[in-house]
C-alpha cells in the first residue's frame, strides 16, 4: 500500500486510518463504480476532508492503486502440494478477487498507471509454476496472458450477473473450463512438447 501514515484528525478530532479510506473507497467503487469514486464522495462517506485522503495517497490514482494493493495482497498460491494443483490455488484465489470486485479490475484496465505491483508478483507466479511443469520461458509467459485473459473473461461475467446468479452453475463452469486448461500441463504420453 502507498498509503502515507495515520493523517490529519477528521472534523471530530478522531484519526481515520488509510485502511478506514480504503474499506469506503472499495464499497464506493464495488457499489457505483469508478465514476463515483471521487475523493469529495469518499471524504464526505468516511466524515473527512478531502485533503485528508490526498495526503494519504497523493491522488485518485494513488488511491485506485492502494486499493488493488490492499484487495490482492492475499492472492497466492497454496505453499504446498504440486505445481499444477498450486496454479489452479492462485488462478482461483485471484478468480475469487475479480469476482468480487469487479470495478477494481476495469479501473486498472482503464487507467494502466494504475497497476498494482501484487498483478506483477501474481503473473511472476505463474510464470514460475509454468516453468516448474516443463513449459519454455516463452510458452509460459503465452499461457499465464491466457490463463489470466481466461479468468478475467469469466469473472467479469459471473459478476455482471445479478444476485444468486453468481453462485452455483458459472463457478462450477469456471472450474471446469480451467481444469480443461490445465490439463495442457499434464504429461501424457501420445502428446509432443512444443
Keep these: 500500500m502507498t498509503a502515507r501514515g495515520r493523517g490529519r484528525p477528521s472534523s471530530d478530532g478522531n484519526t481515520v486510518s488509510p485502511e478506514r479510506i480504503l474499506s469506503d473507497a472499495l464499497s464506493i467503487l464495488d457499489a457505483d463504480g469508478l465514476d463515483r469514486l471521487t475523493m469529495r464522495a469518499l471524504a464526505v462517506r468516511v466524515g473527512i476532508n478531502p485533503m485528508t485522503i490526498y495526503h494519504h495517497f497523493k491522488d485518485r490514482d494513488g488511491l485506485i492503486r492502494s486499493l488493488a494493493e490492499w484487495v490482492y495482497a492475499d492472492v497466492a498460491a497454496p505453499e504446498t502440494d504440486d505445481a499444477n494443483a498450486r496454479l489452479r490455488g492462485l488462478l482461483m484465489a485471484y478468480y475469487s478477487k ?14 494502466p498507471s494504475v497497476f498494482p505491483d501484487h498483478a506483477t508478483r501474481i503473473t511472476e507466479n505463474l510464470i514460475s509454476l509454468l516453468n516448474e511443469l516443463g513449459l519454455s520461458s516463452q510458452r509460459s509467459l503465452r ?4 490463463l489470466v485473459d481466461y479468468v478475467h473473461g469469466a469473472a467479469l461475467a459471473v459478476a455482471a450477473r445479478e444476485g444468486n446468479q453468481r453462485r452455483g452453475p ?3 463452469d469456471f472450474e471446469s473450463g480451467l481444469a480443461e ?6 504429461p501424457s504420453p501420445d502428446r509432443s512438447s512444443d
Design 98 to 111: 475479480v469476482v468480487l470486485h469487479p470495478a477494481l479490475t476495469l479501473a486498472i484496465f482503464a487507467r
Design 143 to 146: 499461457w499465464t496472458h491466457i
Design 170 to 172: 458459472m463457478l462450477d
Design 181 to 186: 486448461l490445465l490439463k495442457a500441463f499434464v
